[in-house]
C-alpha cells in the first residue's frame, strides 16, 4: 500500500502517521521527494481501513498495491485448488455436473429427476430445501424434511448432494450434505460466511446479483479466514439492463477468476438466463471459459414446478444437452467423471 502526502506536512505530523500505520503491524518507509512525500507499507496490510487513511488530514491518496484478499489470492497460492466431494474432483481435471431440481417436492419428484441425471452423467445432485423467494407468499421449501429427501435420494443413487443454507441456525440440518450452497442473496450475509468458514464442508459460494468479482472474492475470503479452504465459486448471473434474459451471465468472470484465485469456479446456466432453451448454448460457452463445471436445473415436470419451471430442463433435454456437453468437455481436453 502506497500514501501519499499532501504537500508541506511536517515532519512530525509524518512521523505520527508513520506510528497509526506501523501499529497495524506493518512496516513503513518514508521516501521524502522534491515535491512529495509518500509512505510506502509492506506486510500484511489487509486490516488497515483504506477509507480511514484516505480521510487523515495529511494524506492526499492511499493506492493499494495488492489485493485485500489473501487465501483465495492466487498470488499466494498459485496451484488450482482441488476440493474432494465424496470422490469426485472439482477444481482439477474433471467437470462436475451438478444437475436437479430447484426445490425438493417430494420423495418421488427428487429420487425420479435423481436416477434420471445420473443416468444421463450428472454427478451431483443438487436440491433446494430451504428457498429464497421474492415473494412471501410463495413456496418456501420443505426445509429439513427437503434434506432428509435428498439424502434419500443419495441414498439410492449415490450421488453426493448440495442444497442451500438460508439461516445459520440451520447448520444441524446439513451434518450429511456433502456441499453446503451460499445463494446469491446471502453473498455478503458476513456472520453466515463467518461461521461457514468454521465448517470442514465445502461451500458453494454464489455470486451476488449486483456484485463485483472483487466483491466476491472478499466473500470467499471470509470463509477461508475462519479455516476453510474448500470454497467453490458460482457464477449465475448478474443485473443489468438487459430483460431478453433473467440475468446477464458474465462468462469472462470465469478466466478472471482463474487469474485472480486458485479456487474452482463453476456456471449456472439457468439462473443466469432462466430460459430452458439458453441452458445448452451457455453451458457449452460456461466449458469453453474454463469452468470447473456446471449447476443445472431439471425438474420431471417443468410446467407444474413449485419454483423455477420455466428455466427447468425436462429429463429428456438435459440428456440432450449433456451430449454436447460431453463433446465440448471433451474437446477441451478434461474429462466428465464416469459412473461405474
Ligand atoms: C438456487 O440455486 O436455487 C438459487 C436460488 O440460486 P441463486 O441464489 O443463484 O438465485
Ligand atoms: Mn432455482
Redesign the pocket.
Known sequence: MIVILKHGIGAEQVEGLVRNLESYGVKASVITGENTTIIGLVGDTSAIDIDLVKSNDAVETVKRVQEPYKNANRKFHPDDTVIDVCGLEIGGDEVQIIAGP??VESEEQVCEVARRVKAAGATIL?G?AY??RTSPYAFQGLGAQGIELLLHAKKETGLPIIT?IMNIEHLKYFADVDII???????QNFEMLKELGHSDKPILL??G?ANTIDEWLMSAEYIMAGGNGKVIL?E??IRTFETATRNTLDLSAVPIIKKKSHLPVIV?P??ATGITWLVEPLSKAAIVSGADGL?I?VHNDPKNAL??GAQSLTPEQFEETMKTVRRTVEFEGRHLPEWK
Open positions: 430447484c426445490s443438487r433446494g428457498k429464497p442451500e450452497q451460499v445463494g446469491a442473496r446471502n453473498m454464489k455470486r446479483l458460482c449465475r448471473g449456472d439457468s439462473h449447476m436445473e419454483c423455477d
